[in-house]
C-alpha cells in the first residue's frame, strides 16, 4: 500500500465517516463506537462522526468535504444470525458479534473487577457501557457461544472466533470460563480457529490449559510500556509489573508459538513515539505481534469525560508505518495468527500495509 493510502486510512481512522452503516456498535470492549466497512476490499473499522469531513454513500463512492476520493468503500451487511435467537429468548447478537468481514468476536464476560473504582479503571474502556444499555449480557455461557458460533459459520461465512473478557477476581483472572467456551466452540466447530484474551493469570499454567482447551492464538494486552502511561491510563493494570506481562508473553509464545502472541499498544497516551517502536521492536524480538491502534475517546469513558482527544492522523501513519516495518523485517504477518484482532486487521492500518 503506498504511503497516500496509508495516510488516507489514518485520516479516516481518526475522523471516521459520516454516515452510520448498516453494521456498527456503541461501547463495549475494544475499539467502539464504530461501523463496519470494506475499504479497497478491506475489512476496516471506522468511526461515526456526525462532524467528519469523510461520507460514504450507497454506491460505495467515499468523499471528503464533497470531493470523489479515488478509494472503494463498502459498508459490510448486517450478518443473519443477528435475525436469530437462543431458546430462553436471547439474541444471538447479544452474544456474541460479527466484526469487521468474517470475525465473531465475544466478550464472555462483560464486567471487569477493575471497572467500578475511577483509581483502577482503565481510562479509555468501555466495558460495562454496553450491559448498561442492555445491549448484552453479562456472562455468556459456553453453549450459547458454540450456538452462535455455528450458526454464524452457517449463515454468514464466519471464519475464525476472538473470545475476550472483564477481568475477575480470581487468580485466574477469567481463564476458567473462558477455557470452558474455547472447548465449546471447538466440539461445535472443530476447525474453528479462536484467539483469546486475557490478563496475565496468577498461574501461568493457565496458558497452557487455555491452548489445550483448543485456543490457538492469544493477546495479552497492555496498552503501553511506559510504566508512567499505564499509571495514568491504567492504573489497576499498572499495578501488575512489566516483568510480569513479559514473563506471560515468553510462556505464551512457549506454549502457542512466535506471532500467535499480540499485544495491543494504543497510539495517542502520551507516550513518546520513538519509545513506542522501540518497545514494539522489543516484543517482535521476543515472538510477539505489537498490535497498533489509535487511542479512541469514547462516550461513557473516563477519558472521554476528561476531553482527551483521538491522536492526530499524521502521529498514527507515522508509528504504524514504522512499526510495520520492524514486522516484515522479522517476517511477522498478522494473518498466520489464524484467529485474533491481528489476524483481522480491521482496527489497524497493520495488515494493509505488509504487517
Known amino acids: 500500500m503506498a504511503a497516500l493510502d496509508l495516510g488516507l486510512r489514518s485520516d479516516l481512522a481518526i475522523r471516521g465517516l459520516r454516515t452510520r452503516p448498516p453494521l456498527h456498535r456503541r461501547a463495549g470492549a475494544g475499539p467502539s463506537d464504530d461501523g463496519h466497512w470494506l475499504l479497497d476490499g478491506g475489512p476496516t473499522t471506522l468511526p461515526m462522526a456526525a462532524d467528519s469531513p469523510w461520507a460514504a454513500d450507497e454506491h460505495g463512492v467515499l468523499t471528503r468535504d464533497g470531493v470523489v476520493v479515488d478509494a472503494a468503500i463498502a459498508p459490510v451487511a448486517r450478518p443473519r444470525f ?16 460479527l466484526h469487521g468481514r468474517h470475525v465473531l468476536a465475544t466478550t464472555v464476560v462483560q464486567t471487569c473487577v477493575r471497572y467500578t473504582d475511577e483509581n483502577t479503571r482503565c481510562r479509555f474502556c468501555t466495558i460495562e457501557e454496553s450491559l448498561d444499555a442492555g445491549t448484552t449480557t453479562q456472562v455468556k455461557w ?87 502511561v499505564r499509571e ?16 506471560a508473553w515468553k510462556e505464551a509464545v512457549r506454549v502457542f508459538g512466535r506471532n500467535r502472541v499480540s499485544t495491543y499498544l494504543l497510539i495517542g497516551l502520551g507516550e513518546e513515539p520513538d519509545r513506542l517502536v522501540a518497545g514494539a521492536r522489543r516484543l517482535i524480538a521476543m515472538g510477539v505481534y505489537p498490535f497498533v491502534v489509535p487511542y479512541r475517546p469514547l462516550v461513557g469513558a473516563l477519558s472521554h469525560a476528561d476531553g482527551v482527544p483521538a491522536p492526530s492522523h499524521e502521529l498514527l501513519a507515522d508509528i504504524t508505518d514504522r512499526v510495520a516495518r520492524e514486522l516484515r523485517r522479522a517476517g511477522m504477518r498478522g494473518t498466520a495468527q489464524g484467529a485474533g484482532c491481528a489476524a483481522c486487521g480491521a482496527c489497524s492500518s497493520l495488515r494493509a500495509i505488509g504487517g
Open 142 to 228: 459456553p453453549e450459547q457461544i458454540a450456538e452462535v458460533a455455528a450458526a454464524a459459520v452457517r449463515l454468514d461465512g464466519v471464519r475464525q472466533l476472538v473470545m475476550t473478557t472483564g477481568t475477575s477476581n480470581g487468580p485466574d483472572r477469567g481463564a476458567r470460563h473462558l477455557a470452558r467456551c474455547v472447548a465449546a466452540v471447538r466440539r461445535a466447530v472443530p476447525w474453528m480457529p479462536i484467539q483469546i484474551q486475557i490478563e496475565p493469570p496468577a498461574d501461568l499454567a493457565w496458558i497452557g490449559y487455555l491452548h489445550g482447551a483448543g485456543a490457538r492464538a492469544i493477546g495479552i494486552h497492555i496498552e503501553s510500556l511506559d510504566q508512567a
Open 232 to 247: 495514568r491510563w491504567t492504573p489497576g493494570k499498572a499495578t501488575v509489573p512489566l516483568e510480569r506481562y513479559e514473563q
Open 82 to 97: 443477528y435475525e436469530l435467537e437462543t431458546e430462553d429468548g436471547v439474541p444471538y447478537e447479544q452474544i456474541a458479534r
